[in-house]
């Protein structure tokens, strides 16, 4: 038991500093007064029984190796929730340009959805931790994808682990087309974009300054005329 909570410190610490520099994105873009591309942001390290199935799953033997720490890239795991389908590529270009990770992997299950219906981008990274014996670099996923794609994600997964991952036909099939009508969703919504973005610029200027915020509306109702 020491063993292991010596082996996932430094992926419990990489999940609560990325949390914080992550959240750090939402929070300029929102000081910029311009669409954020991140909605809100979670992180867990895999927990140990997960670690367990994943390793049975794959044949590698159950305990703190680099052999677990290559073959299981998602002991830290961050998960980048967005509005809007375009914002993914935002939020995985600012990744690329950052200088505390390295992007290293990327896989696109939004162009290529998986079977189950699944979509999101996934992206694997190197970040470096720093502990009292030195840097350490592990690897952490990062799930980025819209509201919608986490809504069914969600569900799916607890049904998943209802069944045991061994669904009814039925229940695979009305998820399937529960995942299309996410999609479509995701494509209403985009249809709409601007309009939705400058009702939540004048929702956010309202909330700091109802003066101005109504002063805005006026004017957009002269502009409207
Ligand atoms: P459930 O039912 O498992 O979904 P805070 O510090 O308050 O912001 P906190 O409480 O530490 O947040 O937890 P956070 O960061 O809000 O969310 C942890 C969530 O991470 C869990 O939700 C998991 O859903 C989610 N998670 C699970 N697996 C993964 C994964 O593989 N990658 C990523 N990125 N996230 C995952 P809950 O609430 O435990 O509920
Ligand atoms: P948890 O409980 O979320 O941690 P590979 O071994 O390369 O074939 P692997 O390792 O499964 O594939 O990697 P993949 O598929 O790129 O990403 C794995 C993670 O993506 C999963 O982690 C899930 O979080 C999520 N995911 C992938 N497919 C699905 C799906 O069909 N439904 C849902 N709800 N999530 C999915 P874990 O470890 O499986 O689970």
Redesign the pocket.
Known sequence: MPQWNKFLEPYKQAVNELKVKLKGIRSQYELEDVHTPVEFITG?V??RA?IY??TL??GIPFEPSDELATE???IA?LRIMCQFVSDIQSVVEILRQRNDLEVIEE?D?ISNK?????R?Y?VIINYPVQTIQGEKTILV?I?IRTLAMNF??????SL??KYESALPEEISIRLERAAEAAFRLDEEMSLIRDEIQDAQQYFSTYKEDPTRGYIDQDQNARRKK
Not at 152 to 157: D, F, L, R, V
């Open positions: 867990r895999k927990p997960s199935d994943k799953e794959k299981l890239p998602d795991g896989r299950y998986k079977a189950s219906g699944y999101s996934h996923e799930q069914w994600a969600s569900i799916e997964h998943n682990y």
